[in-house]
């Protein structure tokens, strides 16, 4: 990634003889404006599943953030309403596949009262060795041309459940069944910034960019007002280019559960299949 913020998110790492890394979490809203939202955010648990994983994995001398790599796999499940802040955590050492190539791991992070705030799952392939920066070139010129922003039709922000026109990554719903809506995630007000929340390398639209996607999506679908995540997962297969509309249509519901399954596709590429599970946010 190209933003390196100036304070790290976690601190005070403390390495446990299993290898896993106990650590403090930041509370710095300048460097990380996405502490301000609610702690069951899917923006703040998929940004939390890329620096806190570089960075413990640094305090144990492994990956850094200048490492190359790609999110294949997320889950996780949140705490009870009311809890957070994120005040510290633990990291449990990664485990390596048998190619060594992927690695999988699990983080907990907890409030000041030691309740938990977020428990996540996820898993990536590490590349030391490719040339990413010409891989993703060749890839990008392979896609259409970049739309212009400015003629995309954005929802509203009270119907995609955020504060401003800024926020907006979404269309309103073009079909009702199955429920589907364009995105489009444009590189020039995506960023910190001009976006409130999202940093990123400015090559993709990244994890947590496609969770607030997804996000929105489930306001859309539900109109149910304001929702709180509290779970999801996320498989990633094909990177999803920016100022490229992309599809999300719904796959499937859970019912009574609330839980929201869509798929992601790209100029007709199966890109990401996420599930979240939703609620009602009370006051």
């Known amino acids: 990634m190209a933003d ?17 890394v106990a650590f403090r979490c930041s509370k710095d809203k300048d460097a990380w404006p996405w502490l301000a939202l609610a702690p069951a955010h899917p923006i703040i648990i998929q940004t939390l599943n890329y620096w806190a994983f570089v960075e413990t994995s ?7 953030a200048r490492t190359g790599g790609a ?23 990664p485990k390596p596949d048998e190619s060594g190539k992927r690695q999988h791991w699990t983080m907990t992070f907890f409030d000041a009262e030691g309740r938990l705030v977020s428990r996540l799952y996820g898993s990536g392939v590490i590349f030391r060795e490719r040339d990413f920066a010409a891989w993703r070139d060749e ?13 995309f039709m954005y929802a509203e922000p009270e119907a995609l459940g955020v504060a401003s026109h800024t926020e907006c990554f979404l269309s309103p719903l073009l079909t009702r069944e199955p429920p589907t809506a364009q995105a489009l995630v444009a590189k020039h007000k995506a ?4 976006h409130p929340y999202h ?13 607030d996607s ?33 599809t999300l249509e ?17 100029e007709a590429t199966l890109c990401t299949t996420i599930t979240l599970l939703v609620e009602p946010l009370r006051d």
């Open 4 to 20: 390196y913020p100036s304070a790290p998110l976690t601190h005070s790492h403390h390495i446990l003889d299993d290898g896993t």
């Open 58 to 64: 640094q305090a144990r001398g492994g990956v850094d």
């Open 71 to 93: 999110l294949t796999y997320s889950r996780w499940y949140s705490g009870k309403a009311g809890v957070g802040p994120i005040d510290h955590g633990i990291a449990e050492e």
């Open 139 to 151: 890839a990008k010129h392979k896609m259409p041309m970049p739309q212009d922003a400015s003629a």
């Open 191 to 194: 960023f910190i910034p001009n």
């Open 199 to 211: 940093g990123g390398s400015g090559d993709h639209v990244n994890a947590h960019q496609l969770a």
């Open 214 to 246: 997804a996000m929105q999506f489930a306001h859309l679908v539900k109109r149910q007002g304001r929702l709180r995540c509290i779970g999801g997962e996320m498989a990633f297969k094909h990177f999803v280019e920016l100022d490229r509309p992309f």
């Open 250 to 266: 719904q796959s499937e519901t859970d019912g009574a559960s609330g839980a929201l399954s869509l798929t992601v596709t790209q």
